[in-house]
């Protein structure tokens, strides 16, 4: 194509951007409909060099030699270069977009003229292809939504944040499955009812699933819509938190900051490993325009966000009220709040459960051993004699619920989801030796104490976790905690042990106070509350497990007190701050309402801001992004 050809069709072409209004003639129809046919081609090359992109990614996550990975992701590289430096010329051929042609285009996405050339721009697909594109010009340039506040106040979110925030979820999402994924089958886990049945070697549009509203959508627009409400609700919290502060970002935490840092300096390390600068790892992995200032810029409005969220949760699991609210509400919702203390086992079978009620004694005392003999696995025959591990006190519907639902759950005649055993369980016809005579389900229940209002008091206690698998803090083993507990090795649960003493040590050489305890927990727990010191406010019953919830509830435990307690995930540096005032049953009603409360303050401020798509920037937006290809 000549100088003069190309400038001629120039000519043509700006005069009808320049007079929206202008018809275009028979000759410029047939020239645009020509160039469009044109368009078609270089798509069909862009669609060619796509699917060869496609067959390296897939070579590379099969790959396992580093240096013939690194070969692979340059040819893979080479080939996205190519393909998205593709332009179509007059005549037909794909060559590199000029310096002149890019400032045209670029000119033309400043003042966003819906005009003849612009629309067969985007209607071909060539604009998210495009050179400019490459470069993240537009991502950073162009509004993906527009938030309007209360006020009426507009706030324009760019593409490359919608990029960022699509690659979290969409890599969250890998994780997340490959996760469950390998409980599935050894749970029965349904993997479509926890909308994780997306298949990633299959294009997301290519897929279907069942949104919140009952809708049938592609994978696509699922994770679409999850971006767009996670944008906007990040960023309506974060728009509320400098409005109550003045109108000024607030600072975020230090320990946030230093998260922030750490995982900004994964990043480079990852960008390192792959043969890439931080930038361009971080746009090959999550999409065009983001880089390591737009993470940090993110994560930052991010953090603020929660921050101003969780002051308000806080704010509410605080509010007190009335005892005249508190009665009110204790007779309005007695089921809720009722317990009842128990003896319970889940046997592997319903015809094993009607074998363990015939040979239960009347008061229960062959509870433990019944446990122990019908138990599946050597851990738990060992860890059920104990009578602690079978015993529950105070244990509410919603708890109960939880620990028997897989196994109890009946379904009436319309289909719907039952829980008969728990309408016998919390009946007031119930009293102490009661075993549950059900003999279609798998569990035992005894009860020793039928419902009550619990009126244990809740606690607060620290913990310092240390599993058979313990490794130092920062190590290159991060899988430690993921390990089961349960199938280590009888050295390694000595080596833990020793390891626990150490610590228990270290504390009582030392000023042996909460804070000093909670020190030592953010330097060596395992557990992912270490970074609050091992604290866990406002316990109730049932709420840890059986041995921990025991030696937390021990009628004879005082503040200051310090104790190794073993579980299946292996042992806790125990320390007892206080018993609090509340009674279970009262604190249960607390939270429930400053739930409700804070529901409802969450819903006042997610109706005051309002998200429009911007029809322009969505063909920017990012689809594929994936952090290991």
């Not at 018809?23 to 069909?44: G, I, N, R, Y």
């Not at 998200?611 to 594929?624: A, L, M, P, V």
Request: contains cysteine; hydrophobic residues 30%.
């Amino acid at each position: 194509m000549n100088k003069m050809a190309k400038d001629n069709e120039k000519e043509i072409l700006e005069e009808n951007l320049e007079d929206k209004d202008t018809e275009v003639s028979p000759k410029e129809a047939k020239k645009l409909a020509k160039l469009e046919a044109k368009q078609k081609k270089a798509d069909d090359k862009i669609d060619e060099l796509s699917d060869q992109i496609d067959k390296l990614r897939e070579d590379i996550k099969n790959q396992p030699d580093q240096k013939a990975k690194n070969k692979l992701r340059k040819q893979r590289d080479e080939l996205i270069a190519q393909r998205e430096g593709i332009y179509t010329s007059k005549d037909g051929m794909t060559i590199p977009m000029s310096k002149k042609n890019k400032n045209i285009i670029k000119s033309v996405i400043a003042i966003v003229l819906i005009a003849v050339l612009l629309c067969v721009y985007i209607v071909t697909g060539a604009a998210r292809h495009g050179l400019l594109s490459y470069f993240g010009v537009p991502q950073d340039t162009l509004t993906a939504y527009t938030i309007t506040d209360g006020d009426g106040n507009s706030h324009n979110i760019k593409v490359s944040t919608y990029n960022y925030y699509f690659a979290v979820e969409y890599n969250n999402l890998r994780q997340k499955k490959s996760t469950y994924s390998q409980y599935s089958a050894q749970y029965g886990l349904d993997l479509s009812s926890m909308k994780l049945d997306v298949d990633f070697e299959k294009k997301l549009s290519k897929q279907t699933t069942t949104n919140d509203d009952g809708k049938t959508v592609t994978w696509a627009q699922y994770i679409d819509d999850e971006v767009k409400d996670n944008i906007k609700s990040t960023y309506s919290y974060y728009y509320e938190a400098v409005k109550a502060n003045n109108g000024k970002e607030p600072s975020i935490t230090d320990d946030q900051k230093k998260e922030l840092q750490e995982t900004l300096d994964k990043y480079e390390s990852s960008a390192k490993e792959a043969g890439y600068a931080l930038d361009g790892y971080l746009k090959a992995a999550m999409g065009k325009g983001v880089d390591s200032a737009l993470v940090k810029r993110e994560m930052t409005i991010a953090y603020i966000s929660d921050n101003y969220k969780n002051g308000l949760t806080d704010k509410y699991a605080e509010k007190g009220y009335s005892e005249d609210v508190y009665n009110t509400y204790k007779k309005e919702h007695k089921s809720d709040l009722l317990a009842v203390d128990v003896k319970y086992f889940e046997c592997s079978s319903a015809d094993d459960a009607k074998k363990f009620k015939k040979a239960l004694k009347a008061d229960g005392s062959n509870f433990a051993e019944l446990a122990s003999k019908y138990s599946s696995s050597d851990w738990d025959k060992t860890a059920n004699k104990d009578a602690v591990e079978t015993t529950y006190y105070d244990m509410t519907r919603s708890t109960f619920k939880g620990l028997i639902a897989s196994a109890d759950s009946e379904k009436d005649k319309n289909g719907n989801e039952t829980y008969s055993n728990l309408d016998w369980l919390y009946s007031s016809d119930r009293k102490a030796g009661d075993v549950n005579t059900n003999q279609d389900i798998t569990s035992v229940v005894y009860i020793i104490k039928p419902a009550h209002y619990p009126t244990t008091n809740t606690v607060n206690i620290r913990h310092i976790l240390v599993t058979p698998y313990y490794t130092e803090k920062d190590s290159d083993d991060s899988s430690s905690s993921s390990k089961d507990a349960t199938e280590a090795t009888a050295d390694q649960w000595k080596a833990a042990y020793k390891q626990a003493q150490t610590i228990l040590k270290e504390y009582q050489k030392g000023k042996k106070t909460a804070d000093s305890f909670g020190e030592l927990a953010k330097k060596y727990s395992e557990d992912n509350n270490a970074s609050k010191g091992g604290v866990y406010e406002n316990v109730t019953p049932n709420q840890m497990v059986s041995t921990f919830d025991a030696w937390c509830f021990d009628s004879a435990r005082k503040a200051g007190d310090v104790e190794i307690v073993k579980t299946k995930f292996g042992y806790h540096v125990m320390y007892f701050e206080k018993k609090n005032d509340m009674p279970t049953w009262k604190y249960n009603a607390q939270q429930a309402m400053a739930g409700e409360d804070s529901k409802s303050a969450s819903d006042k401020i997610d109706s005051k801001y309002t998200s429009k798509t911007n029809s322009f920037g969505k063909y920017f937006f990012e689809i594929d992004t994936d952090i290991d290809s």
